[in-house]
């Protein structure tokens, strides 16, 4: 009997550094068996970050350049189900052990790559693609974030390593949706570029509407559109922001001088919970309240508290008057308050303190491992767990070399089975109900929708999210579902519910325990209706444990408050800043669900149990930070770089203004001997690093980005100019009306949906990042209309026409929030 998801999956883990490491981690983490194999000295990246990401592995030192280290990795291969490699693309097939070599050896092998870029890309295929050096050219260090463009701040560097977070989840899901699909399609080779991760993961920051309605820019938007068109410079100070920030999206200084954030706008009832907690009850009152649907010319005041953002007429009055309640008590008090209110909010965290908050520890998103080289090792947890999987919150540390039991192995038969040849989805016919909303949610749904799973989206008949939320941001996140809305308070909506669920292989929520426990979707009755239905939840702070603030709501950027993103891009506890981009945490959350619903769909194959999936937005806060989420008594400081000045870690990983734009500097390996092969740098080779930077600024700023490209071309090192979002995805734009788009065209791929039902175009990144050799990928479909297939939905569930129209009229079911698509 299984006892373990993944305990019957072996995995020859050929990566260095993070992605390929990373995913190897997640599929330990969920019980597979996986085998670090080292070239000779071991791991690469030389850091405690390395002891971490292989917990749970053993290792195998391997020579793939001797006859005999390659002989012995084809007989692995041949005991193996998944192989994963992020080495630049070719590398693998010159060492013998390329896709096709793989599957002579295999028929039945998953193979997992994860270059820097598309291996069909010509321009950056070969380039040495340093996580910086992805983020550099997709445009990750570009107009960073809103407050950043405000104070005229660009470029500006951040240590978070988000695509290889991004990559490591697509690959986990990936793999496992193939494991699961490889009877019918035998083995497949996937591709999943870091870069094209990256792009999908920054989404909404790339996002672009025709005519996109004022009514949703907020204040820091309206500003930075008043200062281009009136050509003024964007020089405000920090404390110039205050101004501008909604009061429902900020932090507040408590009685003991911590930040807490709060993020409540857009959530109906989410203000008036804020302030009521706040004691600011008679306030609430005094504010207009009216439906977030209406067009902004029939709207009966300013604004509504329903609907972000808060009007400028009222902005200051509530923001003074939250000011003045926080200073009341110290922050912690407030973070009890808060989480009982569920209003929510959290305290200012740095990274450290996070790793000894006993909320994270007891739920098992900070774990306590006992390593032989560190002690007693703090280290992120699981970001991605099946609920009763007890071994989740233990973890076996990092190997010591060799200590894969090789002979054991090698006296085994080579793996066997069916090998079907058909190329479909790995998700054909898989039958999702998504109860969802926002954005982490609604991304389980429209990234599975790819692979070819069937999504019914069910949203309540009076909406409980505006349209910034639900239309602007579903415009991707609930890309390729049918939308139902029923009113879950009514019998009638209530019976519909049922049937779906009956009709149903897989359910996805977003919500806490105590949530999910008031929709009776617990284990126990789930098992009931079926016992093969599968639950993914996905919350903010929930982990495989209960924890004190289990049932606390929270947001993208309450994760990025609570697990220490925010201080250390800010530069300290004192100018916390949300990072940047609009849904760091939340797209991610999302794709890790995906990967603990790959887990629960091979658990289902081996023991007929279905189960409950899931992640949390604080488990993806602690993944973006991957390599700086560990700590131990005698660990180095954390001195990552930080702050609004930060420009890269060190001289040799750093962003330098060139003669005609920016550029990001990568040596850390070459480092000193990068600079000594370069003629025009080699006098600098010597000078201290602590002057070097300057040096280098010096000298890079005489020649454009396109020399020093040059100079440093066909080594381990490189210089790539620095891109935008938004110029990457306009110069890989393909029209929807031009027929077929190929997902496969280079590393980007952005649609142009020109013909979209909201009558306006809209610019989507292209659901490229996951790219399997005979598995099909598909475009998803448009957003529907909230409500569209209402009655077509419930007709499938045996309802009549006249009890359809019944329930219309009773308000049991629903056809529409509003008469347009998006409200302007």
Not at 198 to 203: D, N, P, S
Not at 238 to 263: H, K, N, Q
Not at 360 to 388: F, T, Y
Not at 628 to 648: C, I, K, N, Q
């Amino acid at each position: 009997m299984t006892t373990r998801p993944l305990e019957h999956i072996r995995i020859l883990d050929f990566g260095q550094y993070l992605a390929g490491p990373l995913v190897g981690m997640m599929l330990a983490d969920l019980g597979a068996e996986v085998i670090r194999i080292d070239r000779p000295g071991g791991p690469r990246l030389k850091e405690p970050a390395t002891d971490m990401l292989s917990r749970g592995k053993s290792a195998l030192t391997l020579d793939l350049k001797s006859d005999e280290g390659l002989a012995t990795a084809h007989t692995l291969v041949a005991r193996a189900d998944v192989v994963i490699e992020n080495f630049r693309p070719g590398v693998m097939a010159r060492l013998g052990l390329g896709p096709e070599d793989l599957r002579r050896i295999n028929p039945r092998i998953i193979s997992l790559s994860l270059p820097g870029f598309a291996s069909n890309d010509p321009a950056l295929a070969d380039l040495p693609a340093w996580e910086a050096v992805i983020a550099a050219r997709t445009g990750q260090f570009t107009d960073m974030g809103l407050n950043r463009q405000l104070m005229g701040i660009n470029p500006s560097f951040t240590p978070l390593t988000l695509a290889s977070a991004y990559g490591a989840a697509f690959g986990a899901m990936a793999v496992q949706f193939a494991l699961r699909a490889r009877d019918r399609n035998g083995g497949d080779h996937i591709e999943v570029p870091l870069a094209s991760a990256l792009l999908e993961g920054l989404v909404y920051n790339c996002e672009q509407i025709e005519g996109y309605p004022e009514r949703y820019k907020s204040p820091r938007e309206v500003e930075l559109d008043r200062r281009a068109s009136d050509g003024l410079p964007m020089d405000l100070s920090f404390d110039d922001l205050s101004e501008f920030l909604d009061p429902f999206y900020r932090t507040y200084i408590c009685a003991d001088g911590r930040g807490f954030y709060v993020v409540a706008g857009s959530i109906v009832s989410h203000p008036r919970r804020v302030l009521e907690t706040l004691g600011l009850k008679e306030l609430v009152d005094e504010l207009p309240d009216f439906d977030a649907y209406l067009d902004q010319v029939d709207w009966p005041d300013e604004w509504s508290l329903r609907n972000y953002p808060v009007g400028k007429r009222d902005r200051a009055r509530i923001s003074d008057a939250m000011k003045a309640a926080f200073l009341k008590k110290p922050a912690h008090e407030w973070e009890k308050l808060f989480g009982a209110a569920k209003a929510p909010a959290t305290a200012q965290r740095t990274s450290r303190e996070w790793m000894r908050d006993p909320h994270a520890l007891a739920s098992g998103l900070i774990l306590e491992v006992d390593d032989p080289r560190h002690g007693a090792m703090k280290q992120m947890g699981n970001v991605a767990w099946l609920v009763g999987d007890e071994a989740a919150l233990t973890k076996q540390p990092g190997p010591e070399l060799d200590s894969a039991p090789l002979a054991d192995i090698l006296a085994e038969t080579p793996r066997s089975g069916v090998n079907g040849d058909d190329s479909i989805g790995w998700l054909d016919g898989l039958k999702v109900l998504d109860l969802t909303n926002v954005i982490a949610g609604p991304t389980i749904g429209s990234t599975i929708a790819r692979y070819g799973a069937e999504v019914t989206l069910v949203q309540p008949v009076s909406p409980s999210v505006d349209p910034w939320n639900a239309v602007v941001f579903g415009l991707h996140a609930h890309r390729g579902k049918e939308s139902v809305l029923l009113n879950l308070r009514s019998a009638d909506g209530r019976e519909a519910l049922q049937k779906l669920i009956a009709r149903s292989d897989v359910i996805t929520m977003n919500g806490t325990d105590a949530q999910r426990d008031e929709l009776e979707l617990t284990e126990e009755k789930l098992a009931k209706i079926n016992p093969r239905l599968i639950l993914v939840q996905l919350d903010a702070f929930g982990g495989p444990a209960r924890g004190p603030k289990s049932d606390h709501l929270g947001y993208d950027d309450l994760a990025q408050a609570a697990t220490g993103v925010m201080v250390r891009f800010g530069g300290g506890m004192n100018t916390p800043e949300e990072h940047a981009h609009f849904g760091t945490i939340d797209v991610l959350t999302g794709y890790c669900a995906c990967a603990a619903l790959g887990a629960a769909l091979l658990r289902l194959e081996e023991t007929g149990k279905g189960g409950i999936a899931r992640a949390a937005l604080a488990g993806a806060g602690n993944m973006i930070q991957a390599q700086l989420m560990y700590d131990f008594e005698t660990r180095v400081p954390f001195d990552e770089p930080s702050g609004r000045e930060a420009l890269g870690w060190g001289p040799f990983y750093h962003c330098y203004r060139a003669a005609d734009d920016w550029m990001f500097f990568a040596a850390p390996t070459e480092r000193r001997d990068a600079l000594r092969a370069a003629p025009e740098l080699a006098d600098l080779a010597d000078i201290p690093d602590d002057t070097l930077v300057a040096a280098l600024a010096k000298r890079f700023v005489t020649q454009p980005a396109s020399h020093w490209a040059a100079t440093f071309a066909g080594g381990s090192s490189t210089v790539m100019p620095l891109g935008s979002l938004h110029e990457t995805r306009d110069a890989v734009q393909q029209l929807e009306s031009a027929g077929v788009v190929d997902l496969t065209r280079g590393t980007f791929s952005v649609v142009r949906h020109d013909q979209h039902p909201m009558h306006r175009w809209c610019d989507l990144v292209a659901p490229n990042a996951v790219r399997p050799a005979k598995a099909p990928i598909h475009i998803p479909g448009p957003m529907p209309k909230y409500g569209a297939q209402t009655r077509k939905v419930l007709g499938q569930i045996g309802f009549s026409e006249d009890r359809i129209d019944a329930m219309i009229e009773n308000g049991a079911a629903g056809e529409g929030w509003a008469e347009k698509y998006l409200p302007i």
